[in-house]
């Protein structure tokens, strides 16, 4: 079974501060990852994935991820947080040869001016 | 959302009432997917599918049906036998089934 847990419900941080989403991850073989973001009453626009290769991960926005295979996690990071960026993030784990993905439950990011 | 739409927006239902959900991808896409989003529980797969006339039960199928007779329409049917159907509803589509899933907007689904 696979599964996802992201222990923060909420982030709160200062525009222009750093922002880090934690995930962690459990798979049986090897993961695919990725992470999501959905504004209020849409529907989920992809940021970025991590299939293999380097370690460190960039994609839209500014976004970027760390896939750690020790640590089971694959952290979202922002160097510089933007009002913005305020909204609902979501980190996602398959393995590589099958479909299905398994969701966390979310995390509310917070980024006050 | 790229080309990927729902609709409608918001549905609304009365208790005993079956309703259709729409969901049309423009993308050239072989697999679908339909996913239900309630609060603190993340997104969990109703059902899926991975070509036309094909299609497979998820986590939660239990008073939902689909049917996929083209390639573009993946429609979505809550039967009245689903207990709780108030929830967002989220269509998905990718290349290949393990390919990435990208997403249309969303319906909001509630019962009166």
């Known amino acids: 079974a696979q599964s996802v847990a992201q222990p923060e419900d909420q982030v709160n941080v200062a525009e222009g501060n750093p922002l880090t989403v934690k995930c962690t991850y459990s798979v049986s073989g090897n993961p695919y990852l990725f992470w999501y973001v959905q504004y209020p009453n849409r529907g989920l626009q992809f940021l970025l994935k991590y299939i293999t290769g380097d370690n460190l991960v960039k994609g839209s926005y500014g976004f970027e991820a760390e896939f750690n295979k020790s640590q089971t996690s694959f952290h979202l990071k922002k160097p510089s947080a933007l009002v913005s960026d305020s909204a609902l993030y979501f980190c996602a784990v398959r393995e590589s040869n099958d479909y299905k993905l398994s969701f966390g439950a979310g995390t509310t990011v917070t980024v006050r001016a | 959302d790229g080309g990927i739409t729902q609709s409608p927006k918001y549905l609304f239902r009365k208790e005993g009432q079956n309703v259709t959900l729409s969901c049309e991808q423009n993308l050239n896409h072989d697999a679908m997917y339909w996913y239900r989003q309630d609060p603190g529980q993340g997104l969990r797969l109703i059902y899926y599918s991975q070509i036309v006339n094909d299609f497979q039960k998820g986590d939660i199928a239990e008073g939902y049906s689909v049917s996929r007779e083209k390639k573009e329409s993946f429609p979505l049917t809550v039967t009245s036998a689903q207990k709780n159907p108030t929830a967002f509803y989220l269509c998905?589509?990718?290349?290949?089934?393990?390919?990435?899933?990208?997403f249309g907007p969303g319906t909001r689904l509630t019962v009166l």
């Open positions: 998905a589509s990718s290349a290949i089934p393990t390919d990435t899933q990208y």
